[in-house]
């Protein structure tokens, strides 16, 4: 069957889009300790920033190394320890830290001066959270992952930086236009002046699904190539490019955008990943501070 002449184009359009993508994170090794950043922020100057990976940490058993979950099973001298290390590689001082406490959904909270060091020096109030945004210069964001997918925010006019913890609850929810939205209304950012980096997570290659969570993306993605047919019945999702899709859909430019392409389930020697471990294993992060 030939396809009708306006699908071909709105194709040919989507792959004259998708090759302006950047498609590659650096990454580095720094005291034996692994880290990955986005070439596109480093060249800024404006911040320091990394995707972690589990090489170089202190902790054992299913949360070697580099474990920076604090609900992990993993003893907290350990996790502060892995936090001093991969902070010290970045240049940010750890204690400054503020980090999320994820429930899968789409909040978002402007972290301000009074927010430093909540969730590891001093108890946080920031529950419920997934997303959190700032202009405070000094204070580092950290949100959580083993499979869900990183995206970072970088607003290089008005100083402003994001990241977001977007499972697929999350992705479904809009979180990053709704990350994109909240730095408007806080620090007037402007999506088509961001930068954006999607960092490792699990890939199309592994996200198998049932037909209930297949529907739901369905029903929210028009593009046919994010639901893809798999085996038994089975779907799977591309979470990158159903990310890619909203922040181009939110005002991101494309040229904007990098992309890991890592997935964090076939790289067992880098990353954590809860499906491969059934849930057994440590969390990675994404951290970023304005300098």
């Known amino acids: 069957m030939i396809e009708p002449y306006i699908l071909i184009q709105e194709r040919l359009l989507m792959l004259s889009i998708f090759s302006q993508i950047h498609d590659s994170f650096l990454y580095h090794i720094n005291h034996g300790t692994g880290y990955f950043t986005i070439p596109k922020f480093d060249e800024t100057g404006l911040v320091h920033h990394c995707f972690s990976t589990r090489q170089g940490g202190y902790s054992h058993g299913e ?11 993993d003893d907290k001298n350990n996790v502060t320890r892995n936090f001093q290390k991969i902070c010290e590689c970045i240049e940010v001082d750890f204690k400054h830290l ?42 580092p964001l950290a949100t959580f992952y083993a499979d869900c997918v990183p995206i970072f925010f970088l607003d290089p006019i008005h100083k402003a930086i994001g990241t977001a913890h977007a499972g697929w609850r999350g992705i479904i929810q809009d979180i990053a236009k709704e990350t994109l939205m909240q730095m408007n209304i806080e620090f007037g950012t402007r999506p088509n002046e961001c930068l954006v980096g999607i960092g490792p997570s699990i890939g199309v290659c592994c996200f198998e699904v049932g037909s209930d969570v297949a529907d739901v ?28 899709m909203q922040l181009l859909n939110a005002g991101i430019i494309a040229k904007n955008i990098t992309v890991s392409n890592l997935c964090t389930k076939c790289n067992s020697k880098l990353f954590f990943s809860h499906r491969r471990e059934h849930g057994h294993t440590g969390s990675l992060a994404a951290i970023i501070q304005l300098i």
């Not at 429930?103 to 001093?122: A, L, M």
């Open 63 to 73: 949360c070697s190394t580099l474990n920076l979950g604090l609900k992990r099973n």
């Open 98 to 139: 503020v980090l999320s406490d994820q429930i899968h959904q789409n909040k978002v909270y402007p972290v301000t001066e009074k927010d430093q060091g909540k969730g590891i020096c001093q108890l946080s109030d920031i529950i419920g959270v997934d997303s959190l945004i700032t202009d405070t210069h000094g204070i």
């Open 217 to 244: 993306f369905s029903q929210t993605f028009t593009q046919k190539d994010i639901v893809l047919q798999a085996n038994d019945g089975k779907h799977s999702i591309d979470l990158w490019k159903a990310c890619i």
